[in-house]
């Protein structure tokens, strides 16, 4: 069993920078697909970043390209999503997932392929 746990969010004024964070615990996460995903107020939640096991590939929402980076780091077995130009429309909670044994290579775009999720962290981009 595989917990997750987001942070960094927080207020900022649009065009501003933020860092997310997602620490996973109970087993490493080095052979699973990772992704975020992200819901604002009366919206479905929607796919932002997805980060191949070997992070080698990723894959990012059109709405975010250009300004969102995600990444991850296998000693400290967490994956970051570096948040640039923000703007209001970003406003959103922004959820953590993890794949189990994704393969190398694969990157998930779909809530239904990911087996585990975090609690979200809360964004608000002032305009």
């Known amino acids: 069993q595989v917990q997750l746990v987001e942070s960094g969010g927080g207020l900022v004024q649009a065009g501003g920078s933020l860092r997310l964070s997602c620490a996973a615990s109970?087993?490493?996460?080095?052979?699973?697909?990772m992704g975020w995903f992200r819901q604002a107020p009366t919206k479905e939640r929607e796919f932002v970043a997805a980060?191949?096991?070997?992070?080698?590939?990723?894959d990012y929402a059109d709405s975010v390209k250009g300004r969102f980076t995600i990444s991850r780091d296998y000693v400290k077995n967490t994956i970051d999503l570096q948040m640039n130009s923000l703007e209001p429309s970003d406003t959103a909670v922004y959820y953590c997932?993890?794949?189990?044994?994704?393969?190398?290579?694969?990157?998930?775009?779909?809530?239904?392929?990911?087996?585990?999720w975090g609690q979200g962290t809360q964004v608000t981009v002032s305009s």
């Open positions: 980060i191949s096991a070997s992070g080698s590939n990723t």
């Open positions: 997932a993890a794949r189990r044994y994704s393969g190398p290579y694969a990157l998930m775009t779909e809530q239904d392929e990911y087996d585990y």
């Open positions: 109970g087993r490493s996460t080095s052979a699973y697909g």
